[in-house]
């Protein structure tokens, strides 16, 4: 007997259970973004998300930086060279990312890298510190190089990483309530500037409510008088400097490790989640690549590992069409090279800031991140996993000096494995 001919449908689906097999790096799927393109997608939208991007980054985060350094006893020129290279490599790694694969990408550098850092400067030599940033940037570049990121990135479902997302951006929601309670004369007006553009239409039209927001808030420091100079002296220019590594079996196992999963997992987890749900698709593999690579260009220079992060790129996509945002990040990458020139001088006027105008705006410009990150860990499937990575990101817990946001996606993980099977088949 002749067997029958297969149907097209059963064809098709023969075809599609083996996948084509994927490129290491990811190709853009559309030409890299032009001079001429550029400015037709640029508008006051993308201007002011850019701009408020960079304002974030360069406030509470290098608070943060110069803390750390200072306790750990850096000199003012290792202070200096290190925000030199954490704005040089998130520049150039958001203008090379952001105009190949038209997409807002926005790299900047591992805060709560920077963070666990903190307790071992007091007893590990600079050098040594400085030895692991290097075997990091080296160790993400070669992981990359194995696509075991992407792998690793597919298998989480989104539900769960969310869940994550939601737990750290947590804090900058309720910012707004601590630093308008704290300081209502420079919050206060802000928080009703976003209200009144966000709530007209025809007004946040022309002045988007963002932007609005950071415009206020500027006049509100200004008439009240909280704009606090410390010292109007001092170097303008950026002058780096190279450390030389030392390489130390105490040193790299105290910090390896800590290092390169919160850069991959925690920060570059956040950065592809914000991203997807704002209806785009990040090169996973390219992140981890260009992760790698500027994470070493960091290290000549002193600094901590480079990473895509999760609050620039919610404020890089907080409004405005999908397919214009790349240039938000256009506008984050150059300003992020200017202030690397500008690094001592910009840094204390940023500084000088109420904290309550940081927390303020950065919290405002959070919202709607915050607000996609419940939605989508707790509208549908994988909710108990969402709910477990939730809770215990939000705990603090911090085992082995790795932040709590890994442990809650490992340990949400494997609770949704074992709680929710039949969510886990569906989806396969």
Known sequence: MIPAPQSSDVREASVTEVPARQPLIERPGIRPAGLRQLMQDLGPHYVSNGVIGLIFSASGPIAVTLAVGTAGGLTQGQLASWVFAIFLSAGLATLLMSLLYRQPLGFAWSIPGTVLLGPSLQHLPFAEVVGVFFTSGVLILALGSTGVVRRLMSAIPMPIVMAMVAAVFLRF????????????????????????????????????????????????????????????????????????????????????????????????????????????????????????????????????????????????????????????????????????????????????????????????????????????????????????????????????????????????????????????????
């Not at 130390?248 to 991203?275: C, F, I, K, S, Y």
């Not at 405002?364 to 990101?393: N, P």
């Open 173 to 428: 929601g309720t910012d707004i309530v601590s630093s308008t309670q704290a300081n209502l004369v420079v919050a206060g007006p802000m928080v009703l500037a976003f209200i009144l553009l966000s709530a007209v239409p025809a007004l946040g039209k022309y002045l988007p409510p963002v932007l609005g927001t950071l415009v206020v808030g500027i006049a509100a420091v200004a008439l009240s008088g909280q704009f606090k100079l410390q010292s109007a002296s001092g170097p303008i220019f950026a002058a780096p400097e190279f450390t030389a590594p030392s390489f130390t079996w105490a040193a790299q196992l105290e910090l390896l490790l800590p290092l390169v999963l919160t850069a991959l997992v925690v920060q570059n987890g956040q950065g592809v989640a914000v991203l997807r749900a704002a209806g785009h698709r990040p090169p996973v593999n390219s992140f981890a690549l260009a992760t790698g690579g500027f994470s070493v260009l960091n290290a000549c220079f002193g600094a901590v590992s480079a990473c895509v992060t999760g609050p620039t790129n919610s404020l890089l996509t907080s409004s405005g069409e999908k397919h214009r945002q790349y240039s938000a990040a256009v506008v984050y990458g150059s300003l992020s090279l200017v202030f690397a020139l500008f690094a001592p001088l910009l840094t204390r006027l940023m500084l000088a800031t109420p904290e309550a105008f940081v927390l303020a705006l950065g919290g405002i410009a959070m919202l709607k991140a915050l607000q996609q990150a419940f939605v989508t860990a707790f509208a549908t499937k994988f909710t108990m996993g969402a709910l477990v990575t939730f809770v215990v990101t939000i705990s603090g817990m911090n085992l082995f000096n790795i932040h709590a946001a890994f442990w809650g996606i490992l340990i949400g993980y494997v609770s949704s494995r074992l709680l929710e099977r039949a969510d886990h088949q569906v989806s396969k």
